[in-house]
């Protein structure tokens, strides 16, 4: 007895905590949700402060921020285009399956009713009139018509299960038919957003060479499109402050600083300038510029939280990820923009699509490694 009561007891105990629990959590991620829209809204008014400095001081660069955008807007319309796609593929081939195993299904109940039917034909009509005078005691005459009402039963059955099957693969065909008619609306809209892809992409190009026109030198161009330093850092300073209150929502919370010689590249591709080496315009490289194909995925080199996702002078389409204790990396060059401020990402996790947004002449990736805001050499930081 006095189990019993220990035991209800030790049960009372922790009932309560187990029902307090969704609550609790619910309050969690509730403050971590307001959390989220101040970040945003802080980075709103940062990034806004960003675009009127660079109104103030070149009418070329949001020349070419429109344009960029634009190619962005275009980018990810296909992409939500060939998701589409994907996902419609999946299912048609999925309802192509069902229908196979239907129709083996049928071809079973087809041959199995036929062998009743070819069973009561070789007993001959009126078999049942026949069964009963063909007995003489009242047992064996009980028995035959249980029997014949069971072989009535099951043919009955078998050809409702028959009709049953005719039902549902109408009905997997029509919906075959439906998803066969979604795919070929995705795939005309796809041959849309690439066309329109182009489209833009020449505009942006045409947009590109009026500027290259009206600069004089080398010098005037980069005054007029090339990055500010200051600016950056300004901008780093900024956002680091900004998330430093935010707190960590991914699995791996190993810290930046011990993932040294472990990181995975952003981009598969050559190295076309490396850390202090020059880039195609004849700027210094503060990190690396990587070769690709637009439109290939850039991915995150580590966890973190997506501090920035905008356009900035000099560089672009850029994303900012934090990955915490100071240390952010730079994602810049990009065609179109996957990640939101605030969004976590693990390592690996599509941010961008490459590009030649900013003003580059070939589609490639700019990444740069900073600390404190001050850039570092990638290099060390990769795996072999």
Known sequence: MIRRLVLAACLAATAVPAAAQPAEREKKEAAAEQQLQTLRQQIKAITAEQRQLEGERSEASKALRDADAQVGDAVRALRRTEAGIATTEIELRDLQAEQARLEAGLTEQREALAALVRSAYALGRHEQLKLLLAQDRMADLARVLAYHRYFQADRQERIAGLLDELQALASVAQRIQDQRDVLAAALAQQQADLAALEGQRAERATVLATL?????????????????????????????????????????????????????????????????????????????????????????????????????????????????????????????????????????????????????????????????????????????
């Open 212 to 384: 290259e026109s009206g600069f004089k030198d080398r010098a005037a161009r980069l005054a007029a499109l090339g990055r500010d330093e200051k600016t950056v850092l300004k901008l780093l300073e900024q956002l680091r402050d900004a998330v430093a209150d935010i707190p960590r929502q991914v699995d791996d919370n190993r810290p930046f600083a011990g993932r040294r010689g472990q990181l995975g590249r952003p981009l598969a591709g050559s190295v076309l300038a490396a850390f202090g080496g020059k880039l195609p315009d004849g700027r210094g490289s503060d990190g690396w510029l990587v070769a690709g194909t637009a439109g290939a995925e850039v991915r995150a080199v580590a966890p973190g939280r997506v501090a920035f996702s905008d356009w900035l002078k000099g560089y672009g389409l850029l994303v900012i990820v934090d990955h915490g204790d100071g240390w952010m990396s730079l994602y810049a060059f990009n065609d179109a923009l996957l990640k939101d401020v605030g969004d976590w990402v693990r390592a690996g996790d599509p941010l961008a699509t490459v590009g030649s947004s900013g003003g580059q002449g070939r589609p490639a990736l700019y990444f740069e490694l900073r600390r404190n805001g001050q850039p570092q050499d990638p290099k060390p930081w990769f795996r072999p």
